[in-house]
């Protein structure tokens, strides 16, 4: 039992000296302001007298502009790594993004769903209702463990292919 306890902390140590802090953090808040951009919404919607759909459109419009953002940047920064590395982009998609990027943005989509839900159905009942549980904590959960695969996984991954090319 002590060997496993020994592991966990080693793991712990590991991902907090590797960012895991700074990278949950910073993802946790950008989940936080997808969730504000539904409650500016609402906030908006619940004063003027717009249609229910038409806010919901402008709200899924903010949430496509930052996945279209992110796109962009994503790439920009894999072109920049592999030039700067001189590792093939495929490579350093495939190797280096993909592992925690998909459980990050599928997090992202979830959360923005969720939020996009609780607006509409706030603005069918023209005031506040509590988003749940599930709707904060399940994209939160998976936020961390895409922090953890990127603070512990991905430099192991790097240095194996390193390693082997």
């Not at 000296?17 to 946790?28: C, E």
């Not at 808040?29 to 459109?57: E, K």
């Not at 990027?101 to 923005?112: K, M, P, Q, R, S």
């Amino acid at each position: 039992m002590l060997a496993l306890w020994g592991r966990v902390e080693a793991v712990i140590a590991t991902a907090l000296d590797n960012s895991f802090l700074y990278l949950a953090l910073n993802n946790l808040g950008v989940l936080l302001l997808l969730w504000m951009v539904a409650a500016a919404w609402l906030y908006y919607g619940t004063r003027v007298p717009a249609p229910r759909s038409r806010i919901c459109r402008l709200a899924l419009s903010c949430y496509l502009f930052f996945f279209l953002k992110e796109l962009l940047r994503i790439s920009s920064d894999i072109a920049q790594f592999s030039r700067a590395s001189q590792i093939p982009h495929r490579d350093v998609l495939l190797n280096l993004v993909l592992p925690h990027g998909l459980i990050e943005y599928l997090a992202f989509a979830l959360g923005a769903a969720l939020a996009l839900a609780w607006l509409g159905t706030s603005l069918k009942s023209r005031r506040w209702r509590h988003p749940g549980h599930r709707a904060l904590l399940i994209p939160a959960l998976l936020i961390l463990l895409a922090a953890a695969i990127e603070s512990t996984l991905t430099p192991h991954l790097y240095a194996i292919y390193l390693a082997n090319s």
